[in-house]
């Protein structure tokens, strides 16, 4: 069961880190990023500290909990 749950981890990861690229450009360089299916990425300072934070948290557990033994095995 740890290995769905780490999957799920690096999923969030992913997308919480395209989630704050995405805050930087439209906050600082004017980009309307995903205007055209409707939603726009947030450009409040609020979204863009949740985005890294959620990032960074998922990234620590997924790194410290779900990486591998020195002897290479899983």
């Not at 799920?8 to 906050?27: E, P, S, T």
């Amino acid at each position: 069961m740890k290995d769905p749950l780490m999957m799920l981890l690096q999923i969030i990861d992913a997308v919480c880190a395209i989630g704050f690229v995405g805050w930087i450009l439209n906050r600082f360089f004017g980009f309307s990023m995903g205007s055209k299916a409707g939603v726009v990425i947030p450009t409040e300072w609020q979204a863009g500290v949740s985005f890294i934070v959620v990032a960074a948290v998922c990234f620590g557990i997924v790194h410290f909990f779900g990486g591998t033994k020195k002897d290479g095995s899983q």
